[in-house]
């Protein structure tokens, strides 16, 4: 099957309410508790492995006003979560059910396990209430509910099943990610002629949604503020604004807002809203600074997309890497480059420049620490194409960089599934040291 760049939007992006780890982890208790015959809920208890377990366990939870924890998310999505919104699950907590959520976790009622040997996205969770006990099981994608349990008899009619809506569903994203995987990037580029008015319109959207957690950003400095600080910098005449501080501004603004669990949703990239933010805005920023119609800036921010999705083919959902720096900084450079005119001999150059440049950033959980690694990610993308519209390319004999995007692409999906194993076990045991210890 050959796919398009339809299928690609339809499968990777999609609006997302808060870090997706939490997300995910209010998702299945919210689903399991849509199963109970009353709503009545005694005990929560879910298992999650430890790339989830990573990035829930210190990010802000939108709508609570700073509080965080897998626990927490666990209980605001059976208090108060509507399933049916998937990555917006928690669009419809209130005050009401953060302080019922609260009192779950002061009361003892809910249990968080982590699986240390799991591999790969899975969350299950189990709901006890009025002597029932409904479980759900996330494997593989944050949205993908692949099971769903009633006092041990299986569920098998469901919306919230993947069979009740293909869009969703870790076969598809296997079969596409397979697909990718065979493509070269002058193919990957030529998807970009399938974009229809639908497209472009839902394109657009992801712009709007970004902008406005940016917006927030930029206004109220939330979070590490490092979008704020550096726009204040600007104006205090200490660095001057050019594309690469614009596209680390508007990014990393975003991501403070998004971080600090502002109730704003942003368009996700793969998954990962982060990764949404870096994929678009890097774009978006540096538009003012060219001659170029808006509809070219959409087919860039469609590419970076592509690029994304083809770089987590590799790497998977979630790994040691940031997934920020290393796929949707490589879909923003590629989409820059694009931009500004590039061929594709400069895209493949700037993805090369940019994996050398970022490969080695680790993730060590979400948390407004982020804002951070974002700003780096959207600056370097900038820069990575520009350098290769002026010649400058990472030469094949360097490091892991490969001959082409391609091979640099299995390069990096190498290191991350058989180099980085261990590096991922020691970051977390020394985020699960600090959490313990009080520091």
Same mark, same amino acid.
């Given at each position: ?16 309410? =808060? ?23 005694? #005990? ?40 049916? &919104? ?12 953060? *302080?019922? #959520? ?15 040997? &799991? ?5 299950? !969770? ?40 293909? /869009? ?56 590490? =503020?490092? =979008? &704020? ?22 990014? /990393?603004?975003? #991501?403070? $807002?998004?971080? *600090?669990?502002? +109730?704003?949703?942003?368009?996700? *990239? ?7 933010? !870096? ?28 690029? !994304?999705?083809?770089? +987590? ?34 895209? $493949?150059?700037?993805? +090369? ?12 959980? #979400? ?35 490969? &001959? ?8 990096? =999906?190498?290191?991350? *599934? ?18 313990? /210890?009080?520091?």
């Amino acid at each position: 099957m050959r796919y398009t760049i339809k299928d690609i939007l339809n499968i990777e992006v999609a609006p997302a309410l =808060g870090c997706t780890e939490p997300v995910a982890i209010a998702l299945g208790a919210a689903a399991a508790v849509s199963l109970l015959p009353e709503k009545k809920i005694n #005990a929560i208890e879910i298992w999650v492995d430890p790339n989830i377990y990573k990035n829930g366990l210190a990010v802000s939870i939108p709508g609570t006003g700073g509080l965080s924890g897998l626990g927490m998310a666990s209980a605001l999505g059976a208090v108060g979560g509507d399933p049916q &919104r998937r990555l917006e699950v928690l669009d419809t907590v209130g005050d009401m059910a953060v *302080s019922a #959520a609260k009192q779950m976790i002061n009361d003892g009622q809910v249990k968080v396990n982590l699986l240390r040997d &799991r591999t790969g996205l899975y969350i299950k !969770t189990v709901v006890n209430g009025a002597g029932h006990r409904a479980e759900s099981v996330i494997r593989d994608l944050h949205d993908n509910i692949v099971s769903l349990t009633l006092d041990g008899n299986a569920v098998t009619e469901s919306p919230l099943l993947p069979e009740a809506d293909p /869009s969703h569903g870790q076969n598809r994203l296997a079969e596409m990610e397979a697909w990718l995987k065979a493509c070269t990037l002058e193919q990957l580029l030529e998807l970009l002629d399938g974009l229809d008015e639908s497209d472009i319109d839902f394109l657009q959207s992801g712009i709007a949604v970004n902008r406005r957690l940016a917006d927030y950003g930029l206004k109220y400095g939330p979070g590490l =503020g490092v =979008g &704020r600080t550096l726009e204040r910098l600007v104006r205090q005449g200490l660095i001057k604004r050019d594309m690469l501080i614009a596209a680390r501004i508007l990014t /990393s603004a975003a #991501a403070d $807002a998004r971080m *600090s669990g502002v +109730k704003l949703p942003a368009m996700s *990239s793969a998954g990962s809203g982060n990764h949404g933010l !870096t994929a678009i805005l890097p774009i978006v920023a540096i538009e003012p600074y060219i001659d170029v119609n808006h509809r070219t800036v959409l087919e860039a921010i469609g590419l970076s997309h592509i690029i !994304t999705a083809f770089v +987590k083919a590799y790497t998977g959902r979630l790994s040691a890497i940031c997934g920020c720096s290393v796929a949707a900084g490589a879909g923003a450079t590629a989409g820059v480059t694009y931009l500004m005119g590039g061929t594709k001999q400069h895209i $493949a150059g700037a993805i +090369k420049n940019l994996i050398e440049d970022l490969a080695g950033v680790i993730c060590d959980g #979400a948390k407004g620490g982020c804002a951070l690694k974002l700003a780096t990610a959207a600056g370097t993308a900038v820069q990575a194409a520009l350098f290769s519209l002026q010649g400058v390319n990472v030469s094949f004999t360097d490091g892991i960089v490969g &001959r082409s995007p391609e091979d640099t692409m299995k390069n990096i =999906g190498t290191l991350t *599934s058989q180099g980085m194993i261990e590096t991922d076990r020691t970051i977390l045991n020394i985020m699960l040291e600090k959490q313990f /210890s009080n520091v």
